[in-house]
């Protein structure tokens, strides 16, 4: 059973950023690709990005060069920095860990998610 967990949310004004992570556990975690998305009250949750076992990593295009995905294979960790926070940007973000094989999604795990609340 993959062990999610993610931290580093809160409350901050437009304008500032936070760090998010996920640690994962049970898992060898290099192997596994980790998306990050977001659920806004009354809205569906949709996909902020990823990175792969091997590094790449997109973005979608309402965060891309405001946001950044990093992995720590060491510390079984995923980072999301998320710079020039906007209002829209408050929602409840989850982590997504998985094996991708063959167009599946294997081991198909999530985390219990993190509140993020940007004031303006």
């Known amino acids: 059973q993959v062990q999610l967990v993610e931290s580093g949310g809160g409350l901050v004004q437009a304008g500032g950023s936070l760090r998010l992570s996920c640690a994962a556990s049970?898992?060898?975690?290099?192997?596994?690709?980790i998306d990050w998305y977001r659920q806004a009250p009354g809205k569906q949750r949709e996909l902020v990005g990823g990175?792969?076992?091997?590094?790449?990593?997109n973005y979608a295009d309402s965060v891309k060069g405001r946001f950044t995905i990093s992995r720590d294979n060491a510390k079984n960790t995923v980072y999301l920095q998320m710079n020039s926070l906007k209002p829209e940007d408050t929602a409840v973000y989850y982590c997504?860990?998985?094996?991708?094989?063959?167009?599946?999604?294997?081991?198909?795990?999530w985390g219990q998610g993190t509140h993020v609340t940007v004031s303006s």
């Open positions: 990175i792969s076992s091997g590094g790449s990593t």
């Open positions: 997504n860990a998985y094996i991708f094989r063959s167009g599946d999604k294997l081991s198909d795990s």
């Open positions: 049970r898992i060898i975690f290099s192997i596994y690709t």
